[in-house]
């Protein structure tokens, strides 16, 4: 369903983002489970974003694998963990087509979310030299040709970003965007 058909505008978006990060930006600073470390936590005050960019919430169409192939990952810690190809996503960007994968641990659970780590142009600059992540979580099993929404201002930055205590999958080579994605999380400095 488009914003459209929602009855959904940019601003209500907007607003609907701006609430979701000072949610995250709330848990960040003081729950017990946040991955910032606790010596940071009191001068912490949020994280920093990407200005709120609709244009980065793009119509991707499927591909699904009906034999997902495995796909090893390497990790900020050097080990590498196994998660299968399960869906291609295929979407226009700055007036390019490009592609990327998603992946899962356990294909055939439903529950889990289609993992779509990424790099872009900002990675190292901008954004986390290990890379981004988005999650998808759709209703139901993902059909080829359908249409699905990626939204990169929802894009974040792992776990490890913050603190060596958390192993982080590196974005593969095949997830390497040859384009800025200038949405979602930037780096986060102590």
Do not use: I
């Not at 000072?22 to 994280?47: A, I, N, T, Y």
């Not at 244009?55 to 694998?65: C, F, K, L, S």
């Not at 009906?66 to 990952?73: N, Q, S």
């Not at 290990?130 to 201002?153: C, I, K, Q, S, W």
Request: with cysteine.
């Amino acid at each position: 369903m488009t914003d459209a058909e929602s009855g959904s505008t940019d601003e209500d978006y907007v607003s609907e983002l701006r609430t979701n990060r000072e949610e995250k930006d709330d848990f960040f600073g003081s729950h017990p489970q946040s991955p910032v470390p606790p010596e940071h936590r009191e001068e912490f005050d949020g994280l920093e974003y990407f200005a709120p960019a609709p244009e980065y919430r793009v119509d991707a169409t499927v591909e699904t694998h009906a034999d997902p192939e495995p796909v090893p990952m390497e990790t900020t810690a050097g080990n590498e963990v196994r998660y299968v190809r399960v869906v291609t996503f295929e979407f226009d960007l700055a007036d390019e087509t490009h592609r990327v994968h998603g992946y899962k641990q356990r294909p055939d659970d439903d529950e889990e979310p289609v993992f779509v780590p990424f790099r872009d142009k900002t990675t190292g600059q901008e954004t986390y030299r290990g890379g981004r992540y988005l999650e998808l979580h759709p209703a139901g099993e993902l059909e080829d040709g359908e249409t699905v929404l990626l939204d990169f201002n929802l894009a974040y930055t792992p776990f490890c970003a913050f603190s060596e205590t958390f192993e982080c999958p590196l974005p593969p080579e095949e997830n390497w965007l040859e384009t800025a994605v200038r949405a979602g999380e930037k780096e986060w400095q102590p």
